[in-house]
């Protein structure tokens, strides 16, 4: 069955550093999210991408992230200058279909665990 | 109550028993959907309920909706040690905004 990967599983760096998240969704799909989860906390929306640009970003999505989809296969979270509190899981999901979130069922990645030290 | 609250925070049951979870929310929704998280891994989507839905079943799972008390359940029937997880539900707004929120989750433990 096909799945959602991410890479790396686990990401140590120090504050300050740029920070590459890597994500290859399914195939077939069209629309795209990162999400984040603080340990013990709310697992939180960041951004939904869709046709090569951004569709819908959250409050914490600021000038310090960024995404892109470099080569049709991969999406990634670039987070430019790392701070202690952006040390959390962070899960790609992708989904079917061409109307965001809620209408099709979306497909999680096992995540990558950010640390800053 | 915050948006897409879940109650109640931890849950444990023996094996073969019903369990509960419920979500409640403050502002009208386009959907809700019900996520399982097993520990340390991604969430797993389990269903969708839109606002003019009342009821929807999968295998051991049953999802109702009743939007006058904005409130949803889920129940999982006949539990198993592996529905061991946590919980979540997902609102989406209604008003053209598709951004999820997402409750902080029942902790369900069924005891073998």
């Known amino acids: 069955e096909p799945e959602v990967t991410q890479t790396p599983s686990h990401q140590v760096t120090q504050m300050g550093q740029e920070v590459i998240l890597r994500c290859v969704p399914i195939?077939?799909?069209?629309?795209f999210y990162w999400y984040r989860q603080i340990l013990g906390q709310k697992v939180e929306f960041l951004v939904s991408?869709?046709?090569?640009?951004?569709?819908?970003k959250s409050e914490i999505f600021d000038d310090q992230f960024s995404v892109e989809r470099p080569d049709g296969s991969n999406f990634t979270l670039k987070i430019r200058s790392t701070k202690l509190e952006d040390s959390a899981m962070y899960f790609c999901?992708?989904?079917?279909?061409?109307?965001?979130?809620?209408?099709?069922?979306?497909?999680f990645g096992p995540g990558t665990r950010l640390t800053v030290l | 109550s915050q948006q897409g609250e879940e109650d109640p925070q931890a849950l444990s049951i023996q094996e073969g028993e019903n369990a509960t979870m419920n979500c409640s929310y403050k502002?009208?929704?386009?959907?809700l959907q019900w996520y399982r998280q097993n520990s340390g891994r991604g969430l797993v989507h389990l269903i969708l309920?839109?606002?003019?839905?009342r009821e929807k079943h999968s295998g051991r799972l049953r999802v109702t909706l009743d939007t006058s008390k904005k409130s949803s359940s889920l129940l999982i029937t006949a539990s198993r040690a592996a529905d061991t997880a946590s919980y979540f539900c997902?609102?989406?707004?209604?008003?053209?905004?598709?951004?999820?929120?997402f409750g902080r989750g029942t902790s369900l433990i069924v005891h073998p």
């Open positions: 999901a992708s989904q079917t279909g061409t109307t965001p979130f809620g209408t099709d069922t979306q497909y």
């Open positions: 195939s077939n799909h069209l629309y």
């Open positions: 991408f869709y046709n090569n640009e951004i569709s819908e």
């Open positions: 502002t009208s929704i386009n959907n």
């Open positions: 309920i839109r606002s003019n839905e």
């Open positions: 997902a609102t989406v707004l209604s008003g053209g905004s598709y951004i999820p929120t």
